[in-house]
């Protein structure tokens, strides 16, 4: 939260709601972090208006990074760019049809002038990742979070190394 207003510092949007079993994952890790969102469904195609104003607005109403999700015509992420000045961060959500190469595509392939920072396909828990170092520029508190959840990325692998050393690659694959 913005401790000076108690908003959130991220707007997390996508194009459906279908969207949401994966963006889920950006608001999770950012709770993690001790920072909420905001969540809303806002389609580039189909409520223009709205996601529209809701670019226009974003910073006005105290959020620091957009975080963007949507599948197919994946546009969300670039009109939402086009519209603020705040750091967007794309998600292109998988697709039956092409497997989500379509999404990375429409959210990446962003014209000079109009930044997407764009992650993996369904790539929203580093979306919300990047978000928080984003926001930790300037707040030491979210960095030693921040650097606390690396330190144990790296114990966890670490740990991992020593179990398949220990019990072996077939034992490990049939635990």
Request: cysteine-free.
């Amino acid at each position: 939260m913005n401790s000076a207003t108690g908003s959130p510092l991220v707007g997390i949007i996508m194009g459906s709601d279908s969207d949401l079993p994966v963006m889920k994952d950006a608001a999770e890790i950012l709770k993690e972090f001790g920072l909420e969102s905001e969540v809303k469904v806002l389609s580039a195609h189909r409520t223009p208006d709205q996601a529209i104003e809701y670019a226009k607005t974003a910073e006005t109403n105290g959020l620091k990074v957009i975080i963007a999700g949507a599948g197919g015509a994946a546009h969300l992420a670039g009109v939402t760019a086009g519209n603020t000045v705040l750091p967007v961060i794309g998600v292109p959500i998988s697709t039956k049809a092409l497997k989500g190469i379509d999404s990375l595509l429409s959210t990446a392939q962003m014209p000079p002038g109009v930044p997407v920072a764009t992650v993996a396909i369904n790539g929203a828990k580093n979306a919300g990742i990047l978000a928080a170092q984003i926001i930790a520029e300037g707040n030491p508190e979210l960095r030693e979070k921040l650097r606390s959840y690396k330190k144990k990325m790296e114990k966890d692998v670490l740990a991992k190394t020593e179990k398949l050393a220990d019990i072996g690659y077939e034992a490990y694959l049939n635990q």
